[in-house]
Antibody, heavy 121, light 107 residues
Framework: QVQLVESGGGVVQPGGSLRVSCAAS????????MHWVRHSPGKGLEWMAF????????YYADSVKDRFTISRDNSKNTLYLQMNSLRAEDTAVYYC??????????????WGQGTLVTVSS | EIVMTQSPATLSVSPGERATLSCRAS??????LAWYQQKPGQGPRLLIY???IRATGIPDRFSGSGSGTQFTLTISSLQSEDIAVYYC??????????FGQGTKLEI
């Protein structure tokens, strides 16, 4: 069965950096687009970024553009989110999420369990 | 940005009863609408996409309807394991799409 396991969350100071990862299994990772979605008490569920199966055309939410970078390593079945210049409002549970298509149907058919990122001094 | 509004915020239903959850879009999203279920400590689970298509493995007591700006998720006979928060999600206007704030279903 499809499994998405996030790791790398933690506490980071404002202005700091963090990389979260997502290990995928149970499906052919290299054939599907992947998303990062976050959930915070203040803003609810919020889509962050999408990368297609081949990494060709990447999209970001305006709130994280130029600060966050989504990437993937199809040889390792792993998705990444590099987060720089972190702010208090980036505090959230970050979910790795699978798209049902390679280039993006833009909804999610499987979600990970999430990893908590807390930005605080 | 399309704003998704869910009602009610909390719904109390007895086991075996029907539960009806609503989602309204601030402008038309056609049928680019998904519903997710989230239980404590877990990631969301896809229930419905395309407004009315059940996802793989979802029991037929879950059904979705609507198009344009008004959508409904119906649970025909509530089971105890259905207690969760339910979110709607429009993906017509993507990126970024947008989610509703959730309806908490309780017994």
């Amino acid at each position: 069965q499809v499994q998405l396991v996030e790791s790398g969350g933690g506490v980071v100071q404002p202005g700091g950096s963090l990389r979260v990862s997502c290990a995928a299994s149970g499906f052919t990772f290299s054939r599907f687009g992947m998303h990062w979605v976050r959930h915070s008490p203040g803003k609810g569920l919020e889509w962050m970024a999408f990368i297609p199966y081949d990494g060709s055309k990447i999209y970001y939410a305006d709130s994280v553009k130029d600060r966050f970078t989504i990437s993937r390593d199809n040889s390792k079945n792993t998705l990444y989110l590099q987060m720089n210049s972190l702010r208090a409002e980036d505090t959230a549970v970050y979910y790795c999420a699978k798209d049902p298509g390679g280039l993006g149907y833009n909804y999610v058919d499987y979600w990970g369990q999430g990893t908590l990122v807390t930005v605080s001094s | 940005e399309i704003v998704m509004t869910q009602s009610p915020a909390t719904l109390s239903v007895s086991p075996g009863e029907r539960a009806t959850l609503s989602c309204r879009a601030s402008q038309s999203v056609n049928t680019y609408l998904a519903w997710y279920q989230q239980k404590p400590g877990q990631g969301p689970r896809l229930l419905i996409y395309g407004a009315s298509i059940r996802a793989t493995g979802i029991p037929d007591r879950f059904s979705g309807s609507g198009s344009g700006t008004q959508f409904t998720l119906t649970i025909s006979s509530l089971q105890s394991e259905d207690i969760a928060v339910y979110y709607c999600h429009q993906y017509k206007n993507w990126p970024p799409g947008s989610f509703g704030q959730g309806t908490k279903l309780e017994i």
